[in-house]
């Protein structure tokens, strides 16, 4: 079935160390986005790339890495975890910009709990 | 003031009523406006879409845009247990996407 994969489903971390959370998708979007979802505050952007080669911050980028080395992987690495990072992250990818009705596909998500 | 308000809810209703979502906006350049339906400890699904304002049926959801109000709304008739979930709106202008907060639905049997 075409889709999002992200992995790991869910991981406890211990704050200060690193991780690396990955997404892969296989239905040729050229956008991809990472976004965290937390109770009460909804979804909110972290990083995006409107294709391979690109990336920007969103609204809330600090202590995230991104990159696109490719069309199908957006690895999103938090380099010196913090609790505030506690969340699940939701990787989501869109077809060719510009096209009207369209939306995003989501991938299952990774709950993270950084202690 | 944040561009996209939802009331989270929770909204609870007896199987097989008329159920209304609703959604706000201030960004009268919104011009695409989504639903989106998130069972828990899964991603958000699209369930359906409209082009600014008017109306879409699509089965038993119904999705209603009111630009010179700033006001989406989405129906659910005939509610369903298998429609318990939050639901998100989301609206987008350009490249830009704004979500709601979602609202917590659930349908007792």
């Known amino acids: 079935t075409a889709g999002i994969t992200q992995a790991p489903t869910s991981q406890i971390l211990a704050a200060g160390r690193s991780m690396t959370l990955r997404c892969t998708q296989d239905m040729r979007h050229n956008a991809m986005y990472w976004y965290r979802q937390d109770l009460g505050l909804g979804l909110r952007l972290i990083h995006y790339s409107n294709t391979a080669g690109t990336t920007g911050k969103g609204e809330v980028p600090d202590g995230y890495s991104v990159s696109r080395a490719n069309t199908d992987d957006f690895p999103l690495t938090l380099a010196s975890a913090v609790p505030s990072q506690t969340s699940v992250y939701f990787c989501?990818?869109?077809?060719?910009?510009?096209?009207?009705?369209?939306?995003?596909?989501f991938g299952s998500g990774t709950r993270l709990t950084v202690v | 003031q944040k561009e996209v308000e939802q009331d989270p809810g929770p909204l609870s209703v007896p199987e097989g009523a008329i159920v209304s979502l609703n959604c706000t906006y201030s960004?009268?350049?919104?011009?695409?406006f989504m639903w989106y339906r998130q069972y828990s400890r899964k991603g958000p699904e699209l369930l359906m879409y409209t082009y600014s304002s008017g109306n879409k049926e699509d089965g038993r959801f119904t999705a209603q845009v009111d630009k010179s109000s700033k006001y989406i709304s989405l129906f659910i008739r005939d509610s369903q247990p298998s429609d318990s979930a939050t639901y998100l709106c989301a609206m987008r202008t350009g490249n830009q996407f704004y979500f709601g907060t979602g609202t917590s639905l659930t349908v007792i049997p």
């Open positions: 960004n009268s350049a919104f011009q695409y």
């Open positions: 989501a990818s869109r077809g060719i910009l510009g096209t009207g009705g369209d939306g995003y596909t």
